[in-house]
């Protein structure tokens, strides 16, 4: 069971917060701001690129250079492998923020604009 501060250690706290503001407002702002699913999630995106990179490196140079098609491949398994760990990290509720950020992202209307709309002859 955890045990509440002291009133002199949340002092001692306290006095260092402070001293960590007036010091590094920047750190301070950046470390309130970074939280585990804002991190997971740009490895995530990142990860995602790199997949897509290593995609497109594996097509068009299989058949010519053996090695770069390989390279590829493995740059897609590192990738996953990097999805995968990230995805784990931040657990059930961090996906389902993850996929409404994309749902509420900048290409939010693009599925919107491929969805099949009734025609005239079918609404009849």
Do not use: C
């Not at 897509?52 to 390989?70: P, S």
Request: proline residues 4%; neutral net charge.
């Amino acid at each position: 069971m955890p045990m509440p501060l002291s009133d002199d250690e949340q002092r001692i706290l306290r006095e260092i917060e402070a001293n960590l503001t007036a010091t590094d407002p920047q750190l301070v702002q950046q470390v309130s701001e970074t939280t585990l699913y804002r991190h997971a999630t740009r490895n995530i995106r990142w990860a995602a690129l790199g997949f897509v990179a290593g995609l497109f490196l594996l097509v068009l140079t299989f058949t010519q250079v053996l090695l770069l098609g390989v390279v590829g491949f493995l740059g897609m398994l590192v990738s996953l492998l990097v999805i995968e760990r990230n995805a784990r990290a931040m657990g059930k509720a961090g996906i389902a923020n993850f996929g409404d950020s994309m749902k509420n992202g900048p290409l939010s209307g693009v599925a919107d604009r491929f969805r099949m709309r009734p025609t005239s002859d079918e609404s009849s």
